[in-house]
């Protein structure tokens, strides 16, 4: 019997692409995935003339200096929006630059020169319209942390000061680095679960240390550390008994009653520091150390407040520009009395709120700060502890987010689990550490999971020409004589093993199936790897093994949709030739009116 | 106008998995993908007699000791076959193994003891009928290299001895830890490229050193580095002048003409070697790192070896079992003088290739090598050195495998990079620096990878539901206010916003092919999300701002047959509701349809 089959669609068996084409395409998916360059390729109407060549180097000056593609444009309504937004942020900054720079154990008026200069800066190189500039809470802890185990703040202020600037310089030359290398790509493992766990953890600890201002103990733990400070507590609490605890609560009430003060701000401008960035080995390592922590920390907090909030504004923002924006800021930064600084989330927001335009905002920011540095710092002397304390204790117990871990818990177990080892890890052991823990098993979940890809197995809706995994779609009935596995996974060495073994395993079971069932013999391995996006040369071996493994069982292994990129090297390995051209197809539809033709054609003959 | 719809096929928006059950499920498929309990599931017909509870206890200690599976169906006509292949083997084995020895620096007496002990050891535990166990040169060259830097071979033999005894101890309980805790998961990351390049790269280093031996110079570098070699070469040739050369040459001759011998060979089985373990803490650490570097490396080399004859032989080897069984070898044979074996792929080939039936062929070899202590020994000190060097020079020859080399220039460029970092790793750093270099690049690409999924724009063919990469087959149709897109990768945070920009990306060419051609707006994006095989926090957030900036534009976001392990995130996190269920289809083509038909309508009351 001849079944008239449907016409076939030809299998593109060709690539017209060369090695070196596909590998700059790749590189540039890989550094390039926004595009930078688009703007080069686009025709000019009139070409070498003076004009275009003009624009072609403005261009390319704009795609330096992004503040020259909005400032032509730049005009007084927007300037009277970013007015607003700048002044704005600038009144949320003072308080909170202020509170940031004791978390950091720096005197306060650090805090506020860190929010004149960067502001200034970032508008040049940046971006992105939206973001603010200032202190976070997270890095200030973060370096207070690492570079408070080497010199202690408290009986070393100078030298814990240097080392700061210093740390601040190599954030920003980290930072710098990794957007003109265009490595933007390594703050994108800095997962969102990793980051709440993070922030909650160094929270939790700043809660703890704060007991120390708020029970006023003197011979307290500088060490970030949860047992440390609840030892320490405790420790210092017992050594002297009740007497303590009830001086401890009188002082709290005398603390909330009585009106301490941040005690004198100087007057001016920031001084230089560029003389105080201290390079000798003794200290090198550490100020390395938290440079990198810290500034890939703020590098992930700045760049995903940035693209956010484009998104909300379908605007686009360069992630490598910004990179390399914030490393300028930071740079500059500790040549004048600034410590770290990014895009704050809060900030940020309210600027976002508040209407600004343009990166104007933070130019406006920058001049409020300055006309309080001149003329208004004598009257933040003024300010009481007390709420500095309790507003402390506030922005710090905004980090933690038990209602983001708890979404996290009920959409993705597994996320929840990374969100609380980094929060373990950073209360009970250190904050660095708690963080490579948290990135080290992400990057592991990424490993395991490309190292053991799912295969599904698929079933067909009746009269139609859809395939379905049959566990999620059980109405979907599979075909005697023949097997259809699905692949969804790139083919490497570290997986390779693994899917022969499953694919091994499938076969096995089906075989199991027929012979305890009694119906038709498998006839047919068919492969579904249209989601195989590309292969090498271990898995072209593990592929062939598996034909040989098939075809000493009888059975025909027939391939469905293979990639361009992945038919490209089966071509070259003369796997096709071996499998034969013949067992190819574009769609599995095809592959089963053609298998079942045959097996139909088979039970004929046998008849 | 209403048009008439087919049949839509429900989309399945429930799953019926707990989260410990999919846990479960995924612990198995990383940790136990050989599922190496199937035996205990099968129901037995008589439940609960006694019959049926010895055989539970028969194959639960038939799981650890694999022997008792094949042993009580073991006949005479096996022996036969597995007598013939043990001969052929101890015949490769006994000059092979006095070669190996030499080139990890120890008496060549140690070689034969490490083919006598672990060949009796793996066919108790071992799960592999075709492997045959032996030294290997590779592995040999590496622990000479690592523990030649600590300890000098030449001065201090008896300390080197003891510890190549204590690395070889440490590899075992690597093996066996690896084993037991079922991270062979570990080894896969070893990738053909890798190992190719090394092996390449060591052979090389060593075929240098043995002109050490040619050319009879004393004052030589034992240093595993061609640039130490070819330095030291080049200064010992230089510093006596003509007359050396002339004498080496010399030597040569005389070399080839005289009889050199191997020195006796002590009569008498293994000495114990338990009480040579030396723990002190100042080799420990090198111990250690040799004992797991080597052991990963022979570890990748024999389960490979063991997979590949398997499945020409339609067997079943259980990786994990195999690793317990080299290293329960490995650990005995540190005892009784042995350093450290594998199964090699040249006499594990040949032992295949001569009928072996069982791993009762190792047994057979070993008894022959127990003849050669116990009478031959004596004989074998005739063995000339000039054929033992060239022995050397041929079996690390035959380690540079150029046609394969030259295979992976032809077929992936990329793994042909990864195989010459690894070799040139080898060759100018050191051994152990250039296999960390080369795992890191692999286990980088995999990241890389894994951060830059590909998505495609689909077409359709004409007539047909068929939906394919319309750059791979541009004679496919797209559709006029449709955009289909296709992401086959797992979703996940290092991904997620890489895949905002890619879509954003997609969407803004598309739209500008939309102004620059006046063809119909952009209303829907299809996005098949069929080969996404797991999702977490941050990419529902992404899509969530996808869905948000494609309804800023007025462009509804439709979903393609998510999976059930997606689909429930999908739901939970509601998603679903965001985007509305009408939105999520089955297949692509009723989506195509749903959106035609609603377009048609749009343009019919916009007329």
Redesign the interface.
Known sequence: MVMQLPQH?KV?FTSSKT?TSS?ISEVK??LF???PFKYFYKPSSSTSSLSSRLERIWNLSAYFLPMLKWLPKYTLSKFQDDLVAGITIASVTIPQSICHARLTHLPPIIGLYSCFVPPLIYPIFGSSKNVAIGTVASASILSASIIGDEVSPIENPDLYLCLVFTSTFFAGIFQTMIGIFRLG?LV??L???TILGFMSGTATIIILQQCKGMLGLTHFTIEADAVYVVHSLYHHLQESSWETLLIGLVFVCFLLLAKYIVGPLKKGLNPLSIGHLTFNNQHLRTVIKAGIVTGSLALAEGIAVG??LA??N?D?VD?NKEMIAFGMMNIVGSFTSCYLTTAPFSKSAVNYDYGCKTAMSNVVMATCIMLVLLFLGPFFRYTPLVSLASMILLSTGSLIKLKEIK??F??????FCICIISFLGVVFISMDIGLLISVSI??IK?????????TYKLGN?EN???Y??V???PSSSTFSGILVLRI???L????A??L???I??WVESELDLVTSSGCQNLEYVILDV?????I???S??MLS?VW??LT??KIKLVLI?P??EV?E?LV??ELVNLIGKEHVF??I?EAIISCQSSLLHHSDNSI
Do not use: W
């Not at 009920?410 to 996320?415: A, G």
């Not at 490497?492 to 997986?495: D, L």
């Open positions: 669609h593109n090695f590998f998916e890989t995935p926004d595009d790509i994108d493992f997962s969102k679960p693209r956010s998104l909300m379908n686009h992630g979404e996290l009920k959409i993705d177990k597994f996320d992400s990057v990424i490993l395991l999971n490309a190292a053991r890809p799912k809706f139609t020409t859809m379905q995994d566990e999620q779609y969804c996974a790139p490497f060495f570290a997986n093993g693994y022969r073994e499953r091994k395993r249209g989601g195989v996006t590309s090498d040369k271990t072209i071996v093994e040989r493994y000493k069982r949709d990639r361009i038919m090297k070259i390995a574009i769609s539809d």
